[in-house]
């Protein structure tokens, strides 16, 4: 790796972690605000807990030594956190591009690479294995980091229903309309992104990251449906 590659990748870490740290003093300042004021339900404080509560400094502090120490630091950003196993296992050879992902809307075009294991996503976004390939009838699952590495998916929020998402793989384009951004719970998105279109004939893609940025106790999903399918220009 060259200095120039460890420096951005020493760049994005101390991005995340100054995100991370900011949102931790927000958290701390609202909940004494809300201690102090007045009293708080079980149900509204469990809620708040589910929603990130227990975020600290702790974690902060970790990340910090390991910069300080040379070592790769913590990291939440892990959008396949919660998945079974089975459900996700790739071989963990070298990641292998197959193909381009490119999203106008947010700036976005990057290598599409097989395989959801965390050297996959290293190097990009990466499709989950046993899921239809893109352009093939079904549900295209794809995951992809937002803080850390490469950040492809950094700007997932910003889509709107109509945006475009174009996958080129080899002389094929394949060419998507954004239908809806969801934000769903961790312990119910890997059957809220697997999930395959009734119809068997349909052909859609399905874009996941953590959520929020700086908890990661979430996942923001992006549907979208098949336009069109082409050689690529």
Not at 66 to 71: A, F
Request: net charge neutral; aromatic share 6%; hydrophobic share 35%.
């Amino acid at each position: 790796m060259d200095f120039g590659r460890k420096s951005r990748r020493l760049a994005h870490w101390v991005t995340a972690i100054s995100s991370l740290l900011v949102a931790v003093t927000v958290l701390t300042v609202a909940f004494s605000s809300v201690g102090g004021g007045r009293s708080v339900s079980p149900e509204a404080g469990d809620a708040a807990l589910a929603g990130g509560a227990r975020s600290d400094t702790s974690l902060v502090v970790r990340m910090l030594d390991d910069l300080r120490e040379g070592r790769r630091p913590e990291s939440q950003d892990r959008p396949l956190a919660g998945a079974p196993v089975k459900l996700v296992r790739a071989g963990p050879d070298d990641a292998v591009p197959i193909g381009r992902l490119t999203i106008p809307a947010i700036g976005l075009s990057t290598p599409l690479v097989d395989g959801v294991h965390e050297d996959a996503l290293r190097e990009g976004p990466g499709h989950w294995p046993g899921t239809p390939a893109p352009g093939e009838p079904g549900n295209s699952v794809i995951s992809g980091h937002r803080t850390t590495e490469t950040r492809p998916f950094l700007y997932l929020d910003r889509l709107s229903p109509g945006d475009t998402i174009t996958i080129t793989e080899g002389g094929e384009r394949f060419r998507y309309a954004v239908d809806d951004v969801t934000i769903v719970p961790q312990s119910g998105y890997v059957r809220y992104v697997l999930e395959q279109p009734a119809n068997p004939r349909t052909r859609m893609v399905t874009l996941f990251a953590c959520n929020p940025l700086t908890a990661h106790f979430q996942r923001i999903v992006v549907r979208a449906r098949a336009l069109d399918e082409g050689r690529a220009s």
